[in-house]
């Protein structure tokens, strides 16, 4: 079955540095990823995915993640944070089968200090 | 171009009543997912609908029902409310034709309480 794992509860960062959300995978077959971004109260925003290709997807907002498949990994990264990317993340898988389905993590928080 | 929309943002209801969701795609798009967001939990699927026709269903009884109707708009019905329905209620909608790869997009979300 397919799956992704966000092992980080929340990540702390200081407005400027770089920040790195992380998400590993476990899938049968081509993983198909995406990163989504819920702020408070509202629905998921897309900020990127990977189907193929590049290893470095490049989305909104500066955000971009990097598909590793030895590792089974795609991190979503940052070069500067902004106190404004304080928010929850959640990196998702789409599930075998017919349709777009999406197997999404549990999350994690992300808090910029200014 | 409007994005997804969902009515209603609010509502609470008590144990043992239905309730009715309400969801419009975005501009273009042609299907329609649910999924059903717990406090501090990911999203889950509940049902895919395409060609007013459910296509997928993920683990949820089948007091989740729901609809399609001609222009792409779809509603979520839940009866005999239980306390553990309280979530979010969000609303996805994407191109059935690239149904591998098309990126599905979000609504608000309908925050549902049951007392």
């Known amino acids: 079955a397919q799956s992704v794992a966000q092992p980080e509860d929340q990540v702390n960062v200081a407005e400027g540095n770089p920040l790195t959300v992380k998400c590993t995978y476990s899938?049968?077959?081509?993983?198909?990823l995406f990163w989504y971004v819920q702020y408070p109260n509202r629905g998921l925003q897309f900020l990127l995915k990977?189907?193929?290709?590049?290893?470095l997807v490049k989305g909104s907002y500066g955000f971009e993640a990097e598909f590793n498949k030895s590792q089974t990994s795609f991190h979503l990264k940052k070069p500067s944070a902004l106190v404004s990317d304080s928010a929850l993340y959640f990196c998702?898988?789409?599930?075998?089968?017919?349709?777009?389905?999406?197997?999404f993590g549990t999350g994690t928080l992300l808090a910029v200090q200014p | 171009d409007a994005g997804v929309t969902q009515s209603p943002t609010h509502l609470i209801k008590t144990r043992g009543q239905q309730v009715t969701l309400r969801c419009s795609p975005k501009?273009?798009?042609?299907?329609v997912s649910w999924y059903q967001q717990a406090l501090g939990q990911g999203p889950q699927f509940i049902f895919q609908?395409?060609?007013?026709?459910?296509?997928q269903r993920g683990n949820f009884p089948d007091r989740f029902s729901g609809h399609q109707f001609p222009n792409y708009s779809s509603e979520l019905n839940v009866n005999a409310l239980l306390l553990g329905d309280s979530a979010l209620y969000l609303c996805?909608?994407?191109?059935?034709?690239?149904?591998?790869?098309?990126?599905?997009?979000f609504g608000p979300g309908t925050r549902l309480t049951v007392l």
């Open positions: 996805a909608s994407s191109l059935g034709s690239l149904v591998s790869t098309d990126t599905q997009y």
């Open positions: 899938v049968s077959g081509n993983p198909y």
């Open positions: 990977y189907i193929t290709g590049d290893n």
């Open positions: 998702a898988v789409r599930d075998s089968g017919a349709t777009n389905k999406l197997i």
């Open positions: 501009s273009g798009h042609d299907t």
């Open positions: 609908y395409y060609e007013e026709e459910e296509r």
